[in-house]
């Protein structure tokens, strides 16, 4: 397993795109262009996992001082501010014909120590109910069910505290 984690390119946003895609059904998957606007206006808090030179997959954020899971806008990194104190996921996304073979855990922790070296108080993301228990073993705590009704589905607000 010959591996890298690094900070996202403009380059790299059409592979992200195509994971996306193949990973998420189409109503949850994010469009290029916020694929884009993620990776242009926050690429600190955009890192992709290349396995023989080929990303194989990613994991987006934004930064606020107030988190509000439910804000569509914010998706687009509208009021996202670099220095906020919370980073919120928006992808954690493997190719499928990657998955299963602990890449996802892998850029997990990497995405985790990089909050941290961002001296970040917390992370959060939102999944589905067949995912807390993952999201639990990297330390992260359900702290609601979200009004967001992204993809028509029902989501569960997770924190992990980092201070």
């Excluded at 890298?4 to 059904?25: F, G, H, K, N, W």
């Excluded at 509208?78 to 892998?106: C, N, R, T, W």
């Excluded at 970040?120 to 330390?139: D, N, P, Q, T």
Aim: a negative charge; aromatic letters at 12%.
């Amino acid at each position: 397993m010959h591996y890298q984690i690094r900070q996202v390119q403009l380059s790299d946003v059409e592979r992200c795109y195509e994971i996306e895609s193949l990973a998420y059904p189409v109503d949850e998957a994010a469009t290029k262009e916020k694929i884009q606007i993620r990776a242009k206006q926050y690429p600190e808090g955009f890192i992709v996992l290349e396995d023989q030179n080929q990303i194989i997959g990613f994991i987006n954020s934004g930064c606020t001082d107030h988190v509000v899971m439910s804000d569509d806008h914010f998706k687009e990194l509208v009021g996202h501010i670099s220095s906020g104190a919370h980073l919120v996921i928006m992808s954690v996304v493997v190719d499928p014909e990657f998955q299963g073979q602990g890449y996802a855990a892998k850029l997990m922790n990497a995405f985790i120590d990089l909050a941290k070296s961002l001296n970040k108080k917390s992370i959060y993301l939102m999944c589905k109910a067949e995912y807390i228990k993952l999201y639990e073993k990297f330390g992260f705590k359900f702290t609601q069910v979200s009004e967001s009704s992204h993809g028509h589905a029902k989501w569960y607000e997770m924190q992990l505290a980092l201070i």
